[in-house]
T-cell receptor, first 118, second 112 residues
Framework: EAQVTQNPRYLITVTGKKLTVTCSQN?????MSWYRQDPGLGLRQIYY???????DKGDVPEGYKVSRKEKRNFPLILESPSPNQTSLYFC?????????????????FGSGTQLSVL | KQEVTQIPAALSVPEGENLVLNCSFT??????LQWFRQDPGKGLTSLLL?????REQTSGRLNASLDKSSGRSTLYIAASQPGDSATYLC???????????FGQGTRLTINP
């Protein structure tokens, strides 16, 4: 089954304790991205990656790191979490055609990770 | 900077009605536009994707239209059902950029 898998689903941690949220997709997608969703602010992009070893900042990258060493994995790293990073996080992936008609860029989302930083 | 607006924020209609959800964006230089559905506590599911060169896309009871020049898109849902109750979000990707900008969504309730 085609899917984007995020782990963990729920995470409670304390300020300053490094954590990693994993994301894996089995669709051989080039494009992967992380978002956070907050009430009243909607979905905001944190980082994205066009392919292996190619990453770039989204709109709210401060306090986050990512890596793309393999095509299927795109972990989100919080080196020193703070309470303002309490949020619902989503990973997503899509095909990225280089020529028209090669495929659809429909975005597939994971089920989300609810993070609470105390 | 691209801004995406969805009005209304919430909508409640009786089962069986046809309805239209609206999405507007400030920068018409878009690469594509997607409509998503989000159920409470769940991730987003892509419903329809419209390329900038297209005017509309259809899937079952859903039809999405795009008017780039006026910065508008609509999602038409025919013969609504209680199972259509969810939050619907639109998102645009600008030309030359790989960032997706989301609207805040319309929370739709279909009453039996």
């Amino acid at each position: 089954e085609a899917q984007v898998t995020q782990n963990p689903r729920y995470l409670i941690t304390v300020t300053g304790k490094k954590l990693t949220v994993t994301c894996s997709q089995n669709m051989n997608h080039e494009y992967m991205s992380w978002y956070r969703q907050d009430p009243g602010l909607g979905l905001r992009q944190i980082y994205y990656s066009m392919n292996v070893e190619v990453t770039d900042k989204g709109d709210v990258p401060e306090g986050y790191k990512v890596s793309r060493k393999e095509k299927r994995n795109f972990p989100l790293i919080l080196e020193s979490p703070s309470p303002n990073q309490t949020s619902l996080y989503f990973c997503a992936s899509s095909f990225y055609p280089t020529l028209p008609g090669q495929g659809s860029e429909k975005l597939f989302f994971g089920s989300g990770t609810q993070l609470s930083v105390l | 900077k691209q801004e995406v607006t969805q009005i209304p924020a919430a909508l409640s209609v009786p089962e069986g009605e046809n309805l239209v959800l609206n999405c507007s964006f400030t920068d018409s230089a878009i690469y594509n536009l997607q409509w998503f559905r989000q159920d409470p506590g769940k991730g987003l599911t892509s419903l329809l994707l419209i390329q900038s060169s297209q005017r509309e896309q259809t899937s079952g009871r859903l039809n999405a239209s795009l008017d780039k020049s006026s910065g508008r898109s609509t999602l038409y849902i025919a013969a609504s059902q209680p199972g259509d109750s969810a939050t619907y979000l639109c998102a645009v990707m600008n030309e030359g950029a790989q960032k997706l900008v989301f609207g805040q969504g319309t929370r739709l309730t279909i009453n039996p």
